[in-house]
């Protein structure tokens, strides 16, 4: 979820998705380029090549113009705002990184995205690896804001990855635009190996029957050990992170119900992270009841805790320990509510009125 999570109504976002050839898009993140697009957000398509080496026995300016028709179709299908071909050699993205990162840049300095997906840097095809520099050199050209880099697979699945977005309600769109590249999949069943691996994911990651997932790049990710981002749960602490970084001002502290996460802790430094329950800055588990509960609230507030973060995994908590719930409910405003946390603003704390005796 992540950036691309639930937001409000009227906040759309603008995407871009850079594609080697025709096809890519579909195959490697079709389904969640059809969860933006159901929002409202708008996305286009860079295809750095036209795919011409993917035809054989035909010209290739046939060849090319086949592929392109087929990428306009799979765009009506998947609500693509636009595609563009840079129209680079197919097959030798790397002899020309520069070049087509110069068609690139007004690209996305005219689009300004907030999040760029492209294949990830350890594909084996070799325009798939390059175009990861491309992307970077265009960025680093351009003139705007940083936006969220993601990387999805295509022909060599990820060893790692930091976000999963569940497809299966957009499963039959992407289908059918993979599909939509017929001189492709008669050639090679790429509908049958896209489907296979999202349904993987899906039972790996346990989030949805079928799911894509997605390598960030970011510079916090280097204090997370490589074994520990190749656990498929991985995802849930660094969608947990991206959550508490968008409400929780980064000078503050926060409870965090449950315990805590090294790796998360880094990623939202230098928010200060508190352990809840707490004593002497460690995690001492659940507690024996909602009196305690609020007491201990009351005592961090003092502390200096601002924030109240209920991950997923301690959603139980609102149930189990009712008078703790109806404590922050009718105390404190809830800034964040999703399928990833809740978080309550304990700053400004509401007194109840009190009840006129009769």
Known sequence: MGDHGKRRTGD????????????????????????????????????????????????????????????GSAAAILGLASVKFLRRPDGHLDDCVKECAKLLSPILERERPQVVYMPHERDWHPDHRASVSIVQRALADSRIPAPTLLSYEILTPLTMFDRAEDITSMMARKMQAVRAHRSQVRQLHYDRAARGLNEYRGSIVQSGRYVEVFQATDDRLGAALEHRRADPSWHHVYQLAQEIAKVIPSQDAFLLVGGSDPEAESLVAPRRCIPFLEKNGQYWGDPADDETAIREITRLQLSGA???????????????????RKFLQSRFQCILKNDAAVVFDLRHASVPAMRKRT
């Open 12 to 71: 759309p976002m603008k995407v871009a998705v850079i594609s080697p050839h025709p096809d890519d898009e579909s195959i490697g993140c079709g389904g969640t380029i059809c969860l933006h697009t159901a929002r409202g957000d708008r996305v286009i398509a860079v295809v750095l090549t036209s795919g011409e080496r993917g035809l054989r026995g035909l010209p290739r300016e046939e060849a090319a113009r086949v592929r392109e028709q087929e990428a």
């Open 306 to 324: 601002k924030f109240m973060v209920l991950p997923s995994s301690a959603f139980w908590w609102l149930d189990h320990y009712s008078g703790l």
